[in-house]
């Protein structure tokens, strides 16, 4: 790192402090291109191994070099947390993103979502890799991979209320000795009665389990220690990044809120490197040539940039404690993206956004057109946060065991129907990682309940 | 740094990643190419490869290298967010084609999520599928002009990707670097030890060599029957064009005549007319013997037909077909007979190739008869690995 960029950091981070930001000790670090798209495309970049970063890696790599997306910069949540520069950003670029980068970690520290996180993760993360590539060493890639395959098929069923750290449910050890489930090969030549016992004895899973990995890991018969070692591998992971999900427009607009608040009392910056300042963040906090996505950044931007507004106001009419920014701080505190949406889009603001709801339609004669459905504000709101719920996949749950077989749910049928190719081959996942069938219950277009089954024969309606 | 002198170590040291995404792209591409193998007798007649110009990358979906989630498929509200336009509800714009491709404006059902295809070259596909593939009986002429290219791992090199470390080269290095300084044995491999093995190019040089590619146009031929013979000719001029420079490719088009058309012409040729399937082995054999003398040509041709020819006319075919024998390497006959499609007025007996194999007896005549899109891939296997198989026996 350069001297110019040392010092201003210093500066900046002083200046954080006493704005009251309060955030994890932070290591920048200057990478190539290179690097920072491998951070990007691991997100974790001390997890283990796997083709699909190899995947996005290429498409990162594709995208940047067709200039459709300009990296500035990746932070990663841990204390001390991680924050990577691109070595090709002028001292300019760079001293705003450190300012941005302060925003990111201020919330990773603050909001209560990412309370929740292992704040150790990277140094976790690194040990678990460790422990994959020792399983790769015995067992083999291809099985390895295989594993980490079903895991990442699943990874987006997790119960953040329940959280990563769970005990098993009470008492069910007892159901499974008394109908010598144990002995699933036998059961046919069971007696009958004990069969019965299992349908009488309702109540296993006691209530529709949605962290179908961790079900899977603690009651499987199947699968070996490591197997489950790398499934809870996955699964600590996806319970890592959760949260980032869940806050894309709070966070990203509060980091962008803070480097504009701190780039502006900056003394040291005059002159043209004034000018390119505002045009890097006129890059980053605009709503972006496309009127048919909203971009994140500038979304939450504006919305934080509101909220100040209004209660510097109120702070001065005496009608609030707490000034403009002390209200962006416990905002960042609180929310997530969909609370914020919910609670902080105001029916101005989104005039002045001139924000709409469309949908795509066929034209007959060929080509696409939109149609617009609304700008009203609960239709607006009802539009951007649509996608935000639950990892953005339908809620699926594991509601019973019937003699061995799996029972699955999907409960979010009012969203929209499954899509049965790719459920197909996540049945055949989840049938391989649980050892016997499965049954799945879905919906049709009309709404006409559906049964899909994947046993030894593989999958049948 | 103030505060985060705690930590001193940088993160670079601690995961260590040297070229990690290489390496899982690495991976990933290998998948991808067994992908490709694994799927070749589909791909090879894909629609989309078929129509595609041959130069450019094309997508090709594979599927089960897609990440597989529960996702959704049809969404009751198909409502989306955009932003800055002056709008009133019912108001509908027309998109412009250029939004299609780019973000948002994904049309309608699916979930705007991106399902993995691989981009892929045609070169690639026919290097992992048609790796073997060669012009059969090929002989040294007078005149040595076409080059065919080989890769071969051949040089060691210090830079390299690590699929292709050379370990044992590798562990010499660092004897020999330990050695010097008085201590020889292995430790303390670094980056200079490192030997990579890489492919080199290696020229090689063979004759002179035409290849006619002749298909039958009339009006028995249908769509599908076209559209086989096309995915054959396809493939064949890839790989033709990439395993041979200079090579001279004459495409021939009939009906109840023939003549000579370009490339482009040929794969986009409809079908009409009667048949005389001795029409293009007549200007095939008139075409040699002003162009391509054998003495410095290696001449190959190939056509091909429904086999649905008129019974004089494939006498007359057979006399061109003799004619041609010793004038060329090999000469090959591919019959489309769809099962669906069977005709069944004809009798077999009266097939062209029945007919042809009947009465030809030279073992550089081949024919082949294929009946759907799957054997495709075989039939060329077939075809351009034939005096390799002949070998083997």
Redesign the interface.
């Known amino acids: 790192m350069n001297d110019v960029l040392?010092e201003r950091?210093?500066i900046i981070?002083e200046m954080a402090k006493s704005m009251g930001l309060d955030y994890y000790?932070?290591?920048?670090?200057i990478?190539p291109q290179?690097?920072m798209?491998?951070v990007i495309?691991?997100g974790l970049?001390?997890r283990a191994?796997?083709?699909?970063?190899?995947?996005s890696?290429?498409?990162q790599k594709m995208q940047g070099e067709m200039g459709f997306s300009k990296i500035y910069e990746v932070v990663?949540n841990n204390n001390?947390s991680?924050a990577f520069l691109l070595d090709t950003n002028t001292d300019i670029a760079n001293t705003m993103v450190s300012a941005h980068v302060i925003g990111h970690v201020h919330f990773f520290k603050n909001n209560f979502l990412f309370k929740k996180t292992d704040n150790k993760m990277?140094?976790h993360a690194?040990e678990r890799a460790q422990r994959i590539e020792e399983y790769i060493q015995k067992y083999g890639?291809e099985a390895v991979e295989r594993v980490m395959?079903i895991g990442?098929?699943?990874d987006?069923?997790i119960d953040w209320h329940k959280g990563p750290n769970r005990e098993p449910y009470k008492g069910e050890g007892k159901y499974f000795k008394k109908t010598g489930f144990d002995d699933f090969d036998d059961l046919l030549s069971q007696e009958e009665f004990s069969l019965k016992e299992v349908k009488d004895k309702a109540g296993f899973p006691p209530h529709a389990e949605l962290d179908i990995l961790w079900f899977l890991i603690n009651y499987s018969r199947v699968l070996d220690p490591w197997e489950m070692d790398v499934l809870e591998i996955i699964r600590q992971e996806s319970y890592y990044f959760y949260p980032q999900y869940m806050t894309k427009i709070i966070n990203e607009g509060f980091a962008s809120f803070i480097h504009a608040e701190i780039m502006l009392k900056l003394k040291c910056i005059e002159g043209p490197e004034y000018f390119d300042f505002c045009r890097i963040h006129e890059r980053v906090v605009q709503?972006?040539g496309?009127?048919?996505?909203?971009n994140p950044y500038f979304?939450g931007f504006s919305i934080l940039t509101k909220a100040r507004e209004e209660w510097d106001e109120l702070y001065k009419n005496g009608d609030s404690d707490i000034d403009g920014i002390q209200k962006v701080y416990q905002i960042v505190n609180d929310e997530d993206d969909i609370s914020l949406i919910r609670n902080y889009l105001t029916e101005d603001l989104a005039k002045e956004?001139?924000?709409?709801?469309?949908?795509?339609?066929?034209?007959p004669s060929g080509?696409?057109?939109?149609?617009?459905?609304?700008?009203e504000l609960d239709?607006?709101k009802?539009?951007?946060v649509?996608d935000l719920y639950n990892y953005?996949?339908?809620i699926?749950c594991i509601t019973d065991v019937e003699d061995g077989i799996l029972q699955v749910e999907?409960q979010s049928t009012?969203?929209?129907?499954?899509?049965?190719?790719?459920?197909k081959?996540?049945m055949k996942?989840i049938y391989e990682a649980w050892g016997s069938p499965l049954n799945l219950q879905t919906i049709d277009?009309e709404g006409n309940i559906l049964h899909y089954t994947y046993d030894e024969l593989g999958f049948s309606e | 740094m103030p505060k985060a002198s705690k930590t001193d170590k940088s993160l670079s040291d601690i995961w260590k990643l040297k070229q990690r995404g290489k390496r899982d792209s690495d991976r990933h591409k290998k998948l991808i190419n067994d992908a490709i193998k694994k799927n070749g007798r589909d791909l090879i007649t894909e629609y989309n490869i078929i129509t595609s110009d041959g130069d450019k990358k094309i997508k090709i979906p594979i599927r089960f290298l897609d990440r597989y989630k529960f996702k959704y498929g049809n969404l009751k509200n198909k409502s989306k967010i955009g932003q800055g336009l002056d709008v009133k509800p019912g108001d509908k714009f027309r998109l412009r084609k250029k939004n299609e491709d780019k973000e948002g404006a994904e049309p309608g059902d699916k979930e705007g999520e991106v399902s993995f295809e691989a981009e892929v070259s045609i070169d690639e596909i026919v290097d992992i599928l048609l790796e073997e593939l060669n012009l059969p009986w090929m002989e040294d002429t007078k005149s040595s002009e076409i080059e065919i290219e080989t890769e071969d791992l051949s040089s060691i090199e210090k830079r390299g990707i690590l699929p292709n470390l050379d370990l044992k080269k590798t562990l010499f290095e660092n004897l020999k670097r330990n050695a010097a300084k008085g201590t020889p044995k292995i430790a303390n491999i670094n980056e200079n030890d490192l030997r990579y093995k890489t492919w080199e190019v290696n020229k090689e040089r063979h004759s002179n060599a035409a290849v006619y590619l002749m298909m039958d146009r009339s009006g028995s031929m249908s769509r599908e029957k076209t559209y086989i013979a096309k995915s054959f000719y396809f493939w064949m001029v890839q790989f033709l064009k990439r395993r041979y420079k200079n090579i001279s490719l004459i495409f021939v088009a009939h009906d109840a005549r023939a003549w000579i058309v370009d490339e482009k012409e040929f794969f986009s040729v409809n079908s009409s007319g009667g048949t005389l399937c001795s029409t293009p082995f007549e200007l095939a054999h008139n075409h040699i013997q002003e162009n391509h003398p054998p003495s410095t040509w290696n001449n190959y041709v190939f056509e091909f037909s429904d086999g649905d020819n008129w019974g004089d006319d494939n006498i007359r075919a057979l006399e061109f077909i003799n004619k041609l024998i010793p004038m060329v390497r090999a000469i090959g006959y591919g019959e489309i007979t769809p099962d669906a499609e069977g005709a069944i007025w004809m009798s077999d007996e009266s097939r062209l190739s029945n007919f042809l194999e009947k009465n030809v007896k030279r073992t550089r005549f081949v024919s082949i008869k294929i009946t759907s899109r799957e054997e495709v891939f075989d039939a060329l296997k077939m075809f351009f690995n034939i005096d390799n198989s002949a070998k083997k026996i």
């Open positions: 040392e950091i210093e981070e000790p932070i290591n920048y670090e990478v290179e690097t798209l491998e495309s691991y970049p001390t191994r796997h083709w699909s970063y190899g995947q890696y290429e498409y990663l001390p991680y990277v140094y690194a890639l395959d990442f098929s699943l987006r069923h709503p972006g496309n009127k048919l996505s909203i979304l956004l001139q924000l709409f709801s469309y949908e795509n339609l066929r034209i080509g696409e057109a939109i149609h617009i459905l609304g700008t239709r607006v009802e539009a951007i649509r953005r996949a339908p699926i999907h009012n969203v929209g129907t499954l899509d049965l190719k790719y459920a081959v996540v996942y277009s």
